[in-house]
């Protein structure tokens, strides 16, 4: 099996997976890199963080794991395989979704999809956090980051640079 083919059966897979958005299949991601490519820990932390800068939706982290695995064509059939997939199937889904607007079968789905979702996107930051979380240093980062979240009118964007720019203060005064 090819190593494009593999990133296609591996990212379309997760693609379909993804119920509750991206986030949902982070340790389920992370578990199958590392099955069938080698990623480490530490390769997905910083591919997922990279991705999170970028603009655009916030599962892009997959065209740098894929560019990570197999170069620029890797990154290309990372991100089709990721978001092809998932589109059709919300295109098909929606349509269904309409036509039964009225159902008590639609309500109660959407109440019992509501905190499975929940719980795989939170699965997913204990992924991230597991990894990124190493020392008292990045405990701070992260709670600092978590309080400014909460208190001020500061964008995700401007806290992720300002929590890099700590991070790089910090290793460099050490």
């Given at each position: 099996m090819t190593l494009q083919w593999q990133l296609t059966e591996v990212f379309s897979m997760l693609s379909l997976l993804a119920v509750g958005g991206g986030t949902a299949v982070l340790p389920e991601m992370q578990s199958m890199l590392h099955q069938h490519f080698g990623f480490s820990h530490t390769q997905f932390v910083h591919a997922y963080s990279m991705g999170q800068i970028a603009p655009g939706p916030n599962m892009l982290s997959v065209?740098?794991?894929?560019?990570l695995i197999d170069g620029l064509s890797g990154a290309a059939v990372a991100l089709l395989a990721f978001f092809v997939p998932s589109s059709i199937l919300c295109v098909v889904a929606g349509r269904l979704w309409a036509m039964f607007k009225d159902s008590p079968w639609r309500?109660?789905?959407e109440r019992t999809l509501a905190p499975i979702s929940l719980g795989l996107m939170c699965s997913g930051l204990y992924t991230v956090?597991?990894?990124a979380l190493v020392s008292i240093q990045t405990y701070l980062i992260a709670a600092g980051v978590l309080f400014l979240l909460f208190k001020s009118?500061?964008?995700?964007?401007?806290?992720?640079?300002m929590a890099g720019i700590v991070s790089v203060l910090i290793h460099e005064f050490q």
């Amino acid at each position: 099996m090819t190593l494009q083919w593999q990133l296609t059966e591996v990212f379309s897979m997760l693609s379909l997976l993804a119920v509750g958005g991206g986030t949902a299949v982070l340790p389920e991601m992370q578990s199958m890199l590392h099955q069938h490519f080698g990623f480490s820990h530490t390769q997905f932390v910083h591919a997922y963080s990279m991705g999170q800068i970028a603009p655009g939706p916030n599962m892009l982290s997959v065209l740098i794991m894929g560019e990570l695995i197999d170069g620029l064509s890797g990154a290309a059939v990372a991100l089709l395989a990721f978001f092809v997939p998932s589109s059709i199937l919300c295109v098909v889904a929606g349509r269904l979704w309409a036509m039964f607007k009225d159902s008590p079968w639609r309500h109660s789905l959407e109440r019992t999809l509501a905190p499975i979702s929940l719980g795989l996107m939170c699965s997913g930051l204990y992924t991230v956090a597991h990894e990124a979380l190493v020392s008292i240093q990045t405990y701070l980062i992260a709670a600092g980051v978590l309080f400014l979240l909460f208190k001020s009118r500061l964008s995700s964007v401007t806290l992720i640079l300002m929590a890099g720019i700590v991070s790089v203060l910090i290793h460099e005064f050490q």
